[in-house]
């Protein structure tokens, strides 16, 4: 059964959306940047990462869960790092329960809600999440509403839970180029076999394949992408870590980031047209 949650947990001040597939699969998404804090498969444990001294402030990042990139990743243009969409107040249109009882969220983004003078474009964004079995499946769409053609970059900025990265291997990578965030950008070439984290890692691995599997003590976790060419791996190090104040201390050894994104080809949308983009997460 799906139910709309206006109620705000206790350790929440953000309104929140809860998701509760017919086989007991759920997520929790805050309103607040469309951004899922929480996914149990049906069955399992929690496995996303959410830190425990992640804020919960109108305007203000949420550290863990899957914060929402658009039409900015980091700084790869003139706005702020990221963009707005992670920090804007995005609409809540519906909950719905699917056939085979998934339940299903839908929010919404436009250009009168939320953009910003460096980027003052007319657009219609969309937020899918849909939960149920050992999946969850969340879909950004963006359609032009304006007369001329812009372009973007996105992500899902997807926090994994491991409960040691320094056991975590990622499969999938093999062979493809990268730009390494963490060595000035260099386009370096992945080589061969499991990508293992023993510090910080930043990078952006361009026309990624799907599935990339996350391996952990925890289990495998397949994750799929459609309509978004790159994969970032991200995770700051004990170093760069303890200067997050929002982690929690220690807490960069308890998630590993794989963001379907899209950016090194920024999508162009002319006049009209619509894009999606689709990460889904499988826990085996
Ligand atoms: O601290 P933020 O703004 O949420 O960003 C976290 C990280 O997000 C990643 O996607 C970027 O590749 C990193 O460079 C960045 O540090």
Not at 136 to 162: E, I, Q
């Amino acid at each position: 059964m799906t139910k709309p949650a206006t109620a705000v947990p206790p350790h929440l001040a953000l309104p929140v959306v809860e998701l509760v597939a017919a086989d007991g699969a759920r997520c929790t998404i805050a309103q607040q940047g469309a951004h899922v804090l929480s996914w149990t498969p049906a069955g399992g444990a929690e496995r996303l990462f959410l830190s425990q001294k992640a804020e919960y402030a109108a305007g203000v990042a949420i550290r863990g869960g899957i914060p929402v990139i658009f039409p900015q990743f980091a700084g790869e243009g003139p706005m702020p790092k990221h963009g707005f969409a992670r920090t804007a107040q995005w609409k809540f249109e519906r909950i719905e329960q699917a056939e085979d009882g998934a339940g299903i969220a839908h929010f919404s983004l436009t250009h009168e809600q939320a953009t910003h003078a460096l980027w003052p474009h007319h657009y219609a964004a969309t937020l899918t999440v849909r939960v149920g079995g050992e999946r969850l499946a969340v879909t950004l769409g963006v359609r032009n509403t304006g007369p001329k053609s812009f372009s973007f970059t996105a992500a899902l900025h997807t926090y994994l839970r491991v409960s040691d990265i320094a056991l975590v291997q990622v499969m999938g990578l093999d062979g493809l180029s990268y730009r390494d965030t963490a060595d000035g950008g260099a386009l370096k070439t992945a080589g061969l076999g499991p990508v293992e984290i023993s510090g910080e890692v930043d990078r952006i691995y361009l026309n990624a394949p799907s599935p990339l599997v996350l391996r952990e003590q925890g289990g495998d976790l397949h994750v799929h992408s459609e309509g978004f060419a790159d994969a970032v791996v991200w995770n700051p190090g004990a170093v760069k870590g303890a200067a997050l104040a929002d982690l929690d201390a220690g807490g960069y050894a308890r998630f590993l980031c794989i963001e379907s994104a899209a950016i090194g080809k920024p999508v162009k949308l002319a006049a009209g047209a619509r894009w999606t983009g689709t990460q889904t997460l499988v826990a085996r």
